[in-house]
Structures are given as structure tokens and as C-alpha cells.
């Protein structure tokens, strides 16, 4: 089974960028298909993009499409999300999950949050 | 984008009743790509529902879904303590991937 471990919370100044990771263990990485789902503060979940690493493009939600790469490493099983040009909006917890598919979304990662605040 | 609207904002039940959500797509979704999440406060989510009706992995059976082309509904069968938390619908046929706004459970 597999287990999604993401990074810390960061707080970040408007403008800047940030780098969250979600690391695999368990399981086939390389096939698996990794995305990225993002919740404001009191927020419903809206879907960002997602990436299969074999395959290595990431794909971007129209929404993000100028400032949203994903990327995977397979050396380290682990996927990046890195969002530029924050701004307050974008505070939010970020969560990694599998998409499995037909079977849904499933695992998720714990969830990181991010800060943006001058 | 398909757009998904739950219903009611605001469910407030007590322990023991039954509990009916619904989901209404902006248009058609395939059932085989459509679900349902659970998310308790400070957590990620939670997989309940696959395929329109299918439990996930260790889900207990007072959990159902159910519906077709743009109407879903989730049935919790017999409310526990636990299951006051806030449910997600979700379709993820179509890209972009889309989740509805959310059902808030409540104990009344």
C-alpha cells in the first residue's frame, strides 16, 4: 500500500515561490499518477493538476496554467509541486494524493500548508 | 469545467438517523468516475465512495452512493458520532477534475 509523505508548512512572501514534496513509499511509483489538490482556509478542494512520473509532463489545471510545475523524481520516489507568484489567495493547505484511477483518490498525503503573507 | 453543486449546505441530525446528501452535476458525468470524500477538521480527506457505489477499503456498510448522469447521492444508513464531519462529492472523468462545495454534517 501506498504511503504519501508531504514537507513542512512554509510561509512565504507575496511574489515569491514555493516547493512542496510529496514522497512515495510503497507500491509502484513510477506508473503511479501523483496530484495535487489545494484547500483555502474554511474552502472547499479544488483540483490543481497531477503527473505520472514515467510519463514525467505534469498537467495544470487551466487556473494555474502560468504558474503551477509538477515534476517527479524517481530516483527519490518523490513528486514536487511549485507554485510561483503567490499571493494571499493562495494560502492554503496543499495535499498530494494518488489517483488510483477508477478507485478515486486514494491515499492522501497529510497536507502542507502554505502562508503567503508580507 | 463541470461544475458540481451539493445539497444541503447544512445537514443537522442526531446520532442514529439517516442522513441523505446529494450531488448535481452541471452536466453528464460517467458514474465509473465519480465519488465521494469524507474530511474532518485538521485532516485530509477521506475516500468513501468509488464509481459512483462502490465502498473503499474498510469503509463500513451504513456508507452508500448511488445515481447516474448528473444526480448522486450519498446515504449514510444509521448516523455513528463519528460521521459528523464535512462530505465532498467528486467527479474525476472529466479534466479538470472537479469536487462540489461541500455538505457540512452537523449533530443537532
Known amino acids: 500500500q501506498v504511503q504519501l509523505v508531504q514537507s513542512g508548512a512554509e510561509v512565504k512572501k507575496p511574489g515569491s515561490s514555493v516547493k512542496v514534496s510529496c514522497k512515495a513509499s510503497?507500491?509502484?511509483?513510477?506508473?503511479?499518477?501523483i496530484t495535487w489538490v489545494r484547500q483555502g482556509p474554511g474552502q472547499g478542494l479544488e483540483w490543481m493538476g497531477r503527473i505520472t512520473p514515467v510519463f514525467g509532463t505534469g498537467y495544470s489545471a487551466p487556473s494555474f496554467q502560468d504558474r503551477l510545475t509538477i515534476t517527479a523524481d524517481e530516483s527519490t520516489r518523490t513528486v514536487y509541486m511549485e507554485l510561483s507568484s503567490l499571493r494571499s489567495e493562495d494560502t492554503a493547505a496543499y495535499y498530494c494524493?494518488?489517483?488510483?484511477?477508477?478507485?478515486?483518490?486514494?491515499?492522501w498525503g497529510q497536507g502542507t500548508l502554505v502562508i503567503v503573507s508580507s | 469545467e463541470i461544475v458540481l453543486t451539493q445539497s444541503p449546505g447544512t445537514l443537522s441530525l442526531s446520532p442514529g438517523e439517516r442522513a441523505t446528501l446529494s450531488c448535481r452535476a452541471s452536466?453528464?458525468?460517467?458514474?465509473?468516475?465519480f465519488g465521494w470524500y469524507q474530511q474532518k477538521f485538521g485532516q485530509a480527506p477521506r475516500l468513501l465512495i468509488y464509481?459512483?457505489?462502490s465502498r473503499a477499503t474498510g469503509i463500513p456498510d451504513r456508507f452508500s452512493g448511488s445515481g447516474s448522469g448528473t444526480d448522486f447521492t450519498l446515504t449514510i444508513s444509521r448516523l455513528e458520532p463519528e460521521d459528523f464531519a464535512v462530505y465532498y462529492c467528486?467527479?474525476?472523468?472529466?479534466?479538470?477534475?472537479?469536487f462540489g462545495q461541500g455538505t457540512r454534517l452537523e449533530i443537532k
Open positions: 452536466q453528464s458525468v460517467s458514474g465509473s468516475y
Open positions: 467528486h467527479q474525476y472523468g472529466n479534466s479538470p477534475h472537479t
Open positions: 510503497g507500491g509502484v511509483f513510477s506508473s503511479s499518477t
Open positions: 494524493a494518488t489517483d488510483s484511477g477508477l478507485r478515486g483518490y486514494d491515499p
Open positions: 464509481s459512483s457505489s
